[in-house]
C-alpha cells in the first residue's frame, strides 16, 4: 500500500513561486509515474506535470510549460513540483498522484494513488 503526502502549498501573490513535494510512504517499489493534477473551483481536476520514476521522462501541460517543473528523488519516491511566475489561473488544489503503470502520463487513469490535495491560492 502507498500513501502519498503532499506539502508546499500555500498562499502567494501572482509572479511568485511556490515548490510542492510528494513523498511516498509504503511499499513504493512498484511506482513507475509520478503526476501533479489540479482542481480549480468549478472545474474539472487537469493534469499539470509527470515524470517517470527511473529515467525521468517528464510531461507537461501546455499551460504551464516553461514555468513549471517536475523533478524527483528516485531513492526518496518523492516528487517536486516548482511553480514559477505563478498566475491566478494557477490557484487550485494540486493532488500528486503516483502509478505502477505504464500508461500515457498525462491521464489521471494512469495512476492508482492518490494524496489528499494542497491548496495554492495566487492572489493579484
Known amino acids: 500500500q502507498v500513501q502519498l503526502q503532499e506539502a508546499g502549498g500555500g498562499l502567494v501573490q501572482a509572479g511568485a513561486s511556490l515548490r510542492l513535494s510528494c513523498a511516498a510512504s509504503?511499499?513504493?517499489?512498484?511506482?513507475?509515474?509520478m503526476g501533479w493534477f489540479r482542481q480549480a473551483p468549478g472545474k474539472e481536476r487537469e493534469f499539470v506535470a509527470a515524470i517517470r520514476r527511473r529515467d525521468g521522462t517528464t510531461e507537461y501541460a501546455d499551460s504551464v510549460k516553461g514555468r513549471f517543473a517536475i523533478s524527483r528523488d528516485i531513492a526518496a519516491a518523492t516528487s517536486f513540483l516548482q511553480m514559477n511566475t505563478l498566475q491566478q489561473e494557477d490557484a487550485a488544489v494540486y493532488y500528486c498522484?503516483?502509478?505502477?503503470?505504464?500508461?500515457?502520463?498525462?491521464?489521471?487513469?494512469?495512476?492508482?494513488?492518490w494524496g489528499q490535495g494542497t491548496q495554492v491560492t495566487v492572489s493579484s
Open positions: 498522484a503516483a502509478g505502477p503503470l505504464n500508461g500515457d502520463m498525462r491521464f489521471a487513469t494512469s495512476y492508482i494513488n
Open positions: 509504503g511499499d513504493n517499489r512498484n511506482i513507475r509515474s
